[in-house]
């Protein structure tokens, strides 16, 4: 079955950076889209960064652009997150999200049928 396991998570000050690691498994990787999402307590999940594993559109939350990357390693089956000059306000618990063979990515978290188990990322000030 399908399964992703994110990794990476942590407590830094702001101003830091932290990359988060999704591997997945049970699937086509490279005919996917898989986003990152996040919840922080007493809000809404939100999207932060999605791509197409195989291949051109990505696309990212106004909030963290110029800040975060998303990339993908096609022969890990992995997804990564990386988060520079971290704000307080990314605090929340980020979640790894994959839409099987769809090729044009969005936010709209019920596109994404299979999500991992969340790790938590804390940034003090």
């Known amino acids: 079955q399908v399964q992703l396991v994110e990794s990476g998570g942590g407590s830094v000050q702001a101003g830091g950076a932290l990359r988060l690691s999704c591997t997945a498994s049970g699937y086509t990787y490279d005919n996917a889209c898989m986003g990152w999402f996040r919840q922080a307590p007493g809000k809404e999940r939100e999207g932060v960064a999605a791509?197409?594993?195989?291949?051109?559109?990505?696309v990212y939350a106004d909030s963290v652009k110029g800040r975060f990357t998303i990339s993908t390693d096609n022969a890990k089956n992995t997804v990564y997150l990386q988060m520079n000059n971290l704000k307080p306000e990314d605090t929340a618990m980020y979640y790894c999200?994959?839409?099987?063979?769809?090729?044009?990515?969005?936010?709209?978290?019920?596109?994404?049928?299979?999500w991992g188990q969340g790790t938590q990322v804390t940034v003090s000030s």
């Open positions: 791509l197409y594993t195989g291949g051109g559109s990505t």
């Open positions: 999200a994959a839409a099987l063979s769809r090729w044009l990515c969005t936010f709209q978290s019920d596109q994404y049928k299979h």
